[in-house]
């Protein structure tokens, strides 16, 4: 079974421009998340999905950042425009509906320029 | 909102000891309790959890405790291995419709062959 998939890896971006960050969860898993890692910390929840809908991104600078789960599968999330001190990893999660068990990504490294 | 506090930050053990991390969270309500390990450039792995129901669960050389009453818990890893060397992150989670994990900050775990 594949785990959850996130692309790219890796970005490199000048400051003010977008970007954008997608994740495939586990099969049949409802709920996704988006964390944000920066260096040396643990992992801050940014946006939780249960299928389509957000239930909780209270933690998401919504300014600049959005998110979408249009089909409740996939999920892009977008910062625009980017600043320094997004640079971090970008993690996503997945969960089956009822569990508390996460599993990552291997996550996007963003660097802004 | 929920609060872990993780400490150390970094640990360095030789090859065969013991290592214990340990963690403290602020919301009585937390019932869920996983850690992960975090290899460098690596996705965050749950490598055991538990449920605020009980009060030590093991699997082969780690093991977690769960103090409700002190809202404290912690991992035990056993005959450390140079291959446990990694980043490891406790969290904490309510049950029922909110599946937020908060983490700790992490401790850095070394394991001198």
């Known amino acids: 079974e594949a785990g959850v998939v996130q692309s790219p890896r890796y970005k490199i971006i000048e400051k003010k421009q977008p970007v954008a960050f997608w994740c495939n969860p586990i099969?049949?898993?409802?709920?996704l998340y988006w964390y944000l890692q920066n260096l040396g910390q643990g992992p801050e929840l940014l946006i939780r999905y249960e299928n389509e809908e957000a239930v909780d991104d209270s933690q998401l600078p919504k300014d600049r950042f959005s998110a979408e789960r249009l089909k409740g599968v996939d999920s892009t999330l977008k910062i625009q425009p980017a600043e320094l001190g997004d640079s971090a990893v970008y993690l996503c999660?997945?969960?089956?509906?009822?569990?508390?068990?996460?599993?990552f990504g291997q996550g996007t490294r963003l660097t802004v320029v | 909102g929920e609060n872990v506090e993780q400490h150390p930050s970094t640990l360095s053990v030789q090859e065969g000891d013991s290592a214990v991390i340990k963690c403290t969270y602020s919301?009585?309500?937390?019932?869920?309790f996983p850690w992960y390990k975090q290899e460098l450039g690596k996705r965050p792995q749950l490598i055991i959890d538990?449920?605020?129901?009980?009060g030590e669960k093991k699997d082969q050389r780690i093991a977690v405790t769960l103090n409700k009453t002190a809202k404290h818990f912690s991992l035990h890893i056993t005959e450390t291995q140079p291959e446990d060397s990694a980043v490891y992150f406790c969290?904490?989670?309510?049950?029922?419709?909110?599946?937020?994990?908060?983490f700790g900050k992490g401790t850095l775990l070394t394991v001198n062959p």
């Open positions: 919301d009585s309500a937390s019932n869920y």
């Open positions: 099969s049949g898993h409802n709920t």
């Open positions: 538990i449920r605020s129901n009980v």
């Open positions: 969290a904490a989670s309510m049950g029922g419709s909110n599946y937020k994990l908060t």
């Open positions: 999660a997945s969960s089956s509906q009822g569990s508390a068990e996460a599993f």
